[in-house]
């Protein structure tokens, strides 16, 4: 099997599944949610699907609680969209990797920040 084959698939059921998401599911549980990634096994039997949700965490578990109660309607039309062997079954987890990249950028903002006053504070030492 070709190295790029499970990654076009994978890009093809992300598209796929945003679409089905966004215009076809009226479930006000998946407001503001996006599809961010889907990891698949090497088979093509399993598909771990991450979402991101703009809220809190309240959000997340209940547009999580949204996807899974859709979960069959969504693999029906993905198998008649994409053409598989099997439909891989897909599993839909809170992609944590944004607020993860927040958090570490707003460390670093404050590191710097802290720098440049010791920098400020060591100018007005000598000035004096």
Excluded: C, W
């Amino acid at each position: 099997m070709s190295v790029q084959r499970p990654e076009r698939v994978q890009e093809a059921l992300r598209q796929e599944i945003s679409r089905i998401v966004q215009n076809e599911i009226k479930d006000p549980r998946l407001g503001f949610l996006t599809i961010t990634k889907v990891d698949l096994t090497r088979d093509l039997r399993y598909a771990r699907v991450y979402f991101s949700v703009l809220g809190g965490d309240r959000d997340k578990v209940t547009a999580l609680k949204g996807l899974n109660s859709a979960k069959g309607y969504i693999k029906g039309l993905l198998s008649d969209r994409i053409k598989l062997r099997f439909m891989p079954d897909i599993e839909f987890k809170i992609d944590e990797s944004l607020e993860h990249t927040k958090k570490i950028h707003d460390i670093l903002d404050k590191l710097k920040k802290e720098k440049l006053d010791d920098n400020e504070g060591d100018r007005g030492d000598k000035e004096e």
